[in-house]
């Protein structure tokens, strides 16, 4: 039971250029979320999803999309990166059946956008 | 709307205790409470339901006041474990389950 897993774990980018980030969990959990953390800001929330084929904005959504196409997998965008977009990406996932559901965290990707 | 932890750091000795407070401005029926160590990912401890209901976890535990729409967090007796940040996510309700996390404490315990 892994859990959530991340890919990558570190990556480097030019501006301009795009990636995907890859979040899988295996706890058939119905709920997924990505969060960047940036220092002194906490975790915000950029996009989650409440099932497979749903995707939904946060907090800071511009620049980034998301697409939930298989219920395990939820993955994150940038099709074309800049150095605001710098940070230490966060999946999460949990049941989603009530607010006293746990989130549980993958490992995290750092991303640098030159 | 982040809400809002104090204080920002605490530097304790081991053994001393400490106090993280976390306060919104909306409604909450819910505060999940993480750590995160550096470089590593948050890691859940507690959550504490609409009710003022109070948990624990060995010598951490936790309180939520629903009418000051505010949580605190005590650790008493700190371990050098205890080290790391200390993150409140707040839930305001509404249809889906997600969380508003605020800028987290900074709790740094020596020796």
């Known amino acids: 039971n892994a859990g959530v897993t991340q890919t990558p774990k570190f990556r480097v980018l030019k501006t301009g250029q795009s990636m995907t980030l890859l979040c899988a969990q295996d706890?058939?959990?119905?709920?997924m979320y990505w969060y960047r953390q940036d220092p002194g800001m906490g975790l915000r929330l950029i996009h989650y999803?409440?099932?497979?084929?749903?995707?939904a904005k946060g907090e800071v959504p511009d620049g980034y999309n998301v697409s939930r196409l298989k219920k395990q997998n939820f993955l994150l965008g940038l099709e074309s990166a800049a150095p605001s977009q710098t940070s230490v990406y966060f999946c999460?996932?949990?049941?989603?059946?009530?607010?006293?559901?746990?989130?549980?965290f993958g490992p995290g990707t750092r991303l640098t956008v030159l | 709307q982040q809400p809002v932890q104090s204080p920002q750091a605490v530097i304790l000795r081991e053994g001393e205790d400490a106090v993280i407070n976390c306060s919104s401005s909306?409604?909450?029926?819910?505060v999940h409470w993480y750590r995160q160590k550096h470089g590593e990912a948050p890691v859940f401890l507690m959550i504490?339901?609409?009710?003022?209901e109070q948990k624990g976890h060995e010598k951490i535990s936790a309180s939520f006041n629903e009418k000051k729409q505010q949580s605190s967090l005590y650790l008493t007796a700190s371990q050098l474990s205890y080290s790391g940040t200390y993150f409140c996510?707040?839930?305001?309700?509404?249809?889906?389950?997600?969380?508003?996390f605020g800028k987290g404490t900074l709790l740094t315990v020596n020796p």
């Open positions: 999460a996932s949990s049941r989603g059946t009530s607010v006293a559901d746990t989130q549980y």
């Open positions: 706890m058939n959990h119905e709920y």
């Open positions: 999803s409440v099932g497979e084929g749903t995707t």
């Open positions: 909306k409604a909450l029926y819910s």
């Open positions: 504490l339901l609409k009710g003022g």
């Open positions: 996510g707040t839930d305001s309700g509404g249809s889906n389950y997600k969380l508003t």
